[in-house]
């Protein structure tokens, strides 16, 4: 069983920075990859970045494509996300999401098997 804790969130003003970290804990035969997702007030949960725990391989929404940065810590099995220059769209909860077996499309929320409680992020304007 996986384990997934988010930590980091908190009230930032536009242009502001703030660190997601997300620690895995817990019995797994597996990892693959992590992904950061988001889900605004009245929206429907989106992506917002993954990365693969071999290789460092990483993919972005464009709504976040280089303001964002995931990044990864595999003695830690901890997962990042750097997030800079926040807007007031960025204004979700955010969820870290863990992959146990290879998958073609880490954007898509079936990709992935274990998900965190989320942790709240607001960027007032």
């Known amino acids: ?43 429907e949960r989106v992506f917002v970045a993954a990365i693969t725990w071999s290789g460092g391989r990483t993919i972005y929404a464009d709504s976040v494509k280089g303001r964002f940065t995931i990044s990864s810590d595999n003695a830690k099995n901890t997962v990042y996300l750097q997030m800079n220059s926040l807007k007031p769209e960025d204004t979700a909860v955010y969820y870290c999401a863990a992959a146990t077996a290879v998958r073609a499309y880490l954007w898509l929320q079936g990709s992935y098997d274990y998900w965190g409680q989320g942790t709240q992020v607001t960027v007032s304007s």
């Open 1 to 43: 069983q996986e384990r997934l804790v988010e930590s980091g969130g908190g009230l930032v003003q536009a242009g502001g920075s703030l660190r997601l970290s997300c620690g895995a804990s817990g019995r797994t035969f597996s990892r693959y990859a992590m992904g950061w997702f988001r889900q605004a007030p009245g929206k």
